[in-house]
């Protein structure tokens, strides 16, 4: 549904209407926001990149297609504007629990029972360790890894806005998760694999399933979601 509305306000606002332009900017700041945040990890440069991208949004959006390129191509000028900040003063690692959380899901939410605070605070540190570890991965592997967990993204998003190969991501996502296995406590994977090891898969294309193995040749590996497992 927030797809089609996507499009629809795009259309609209394609063809001069500005106020479908400000809801669909409203509708998409809060994930490029998010996105940004976790990419530069600096507060301070955070409000002037997300201006940029949406000054560049805007005056670009006539060249966009609704349908296909909506999401992948905001997000590609938001990585760009991020590494002409990388470039210019390096990345920042400030984090903060105070932060947007990663978005995973603990079993007593799917429990449906109210969380305990020991609970909470137990998680929120977990969050925190994760994220840290994230933070220290490959910068190729890091964004794919992002892209993947904490904005949903496809391979085939993830594969326009890294403007790479689908082959090419699943690569940097098997290679991220199995060193990111390596820089966190036994305990914490424990808890990953219980509650992340099944979760669905988001290939386009599923009917094969080469989960947790290590890359093939890109023609050899279309479908299937890298598991965090060496």
């Known amino acids: 549904m927030t797809d089609d509305l996507e499009q629809d306000l ?9 106020t479908a332009y400000e809801d669909l900017q409203l509708l998409l700041e809060p994930e490029i926001r998010r996105y940004v945040r976790r990419m530069v990890n600096n507060p301070y440069v955070e409000d002037d990149i997300m201006q940029d991208v949406f000054i560049r949004f805007y005056m670009n959006m006539h060249n966009i297609d609704p349908v296909s390129s909506l999401r ?13 900040e990388f470039r ?22 799917e429990a449906h029972r109210v969380p305990k605070p020991d609970d909470i605070t137990h998680w929120m540190l977990l969050q925190l ?73 988001r290939s386009n294309n599923s009917s094969n399933n080469n989960t947790g193995s290590e890359p093939q040749h890109e023609e050899e590996q279309k479908n299937g979601k890298p598991q965090l497992q060496p």
């Open 10 to 18: 795009l259309r609209e606002a394609q063809g001069g209407d500005m």
């Open 88 to 109: 210019r003063y390096g990345r920042t690692d400030e984090m903060s629990l105070d932060d947007e959380p990663i978005q995973m899901r603990v079993s007593f939410t």
């Open 72 to 84: 992948p191509y905001i997000f590609r000028i938001a990585r760009n504007r991020c590494y002409d």
């Open 129 to 201: 360790e994760v994220r840290e570890a994230i933070d220290n991965l490959p910068e190729t592997q890091r964004e794919a890894l992002i892209l993947y967990s904490e904005e949903q993204m496809s391979y085939a998003e993830i594969a326009e806005i890294m403007d790479c190969s689908i082959g090419t991501v699943k690569s940097r996502l098997y290679y991220a998760k199995k060193n990111l296995r390596g820089l966190l406590r036994p305990e914490t994977v424990d808890v990953l694999d219980e509650e992340f090891g099944n979760s669905p898969s």
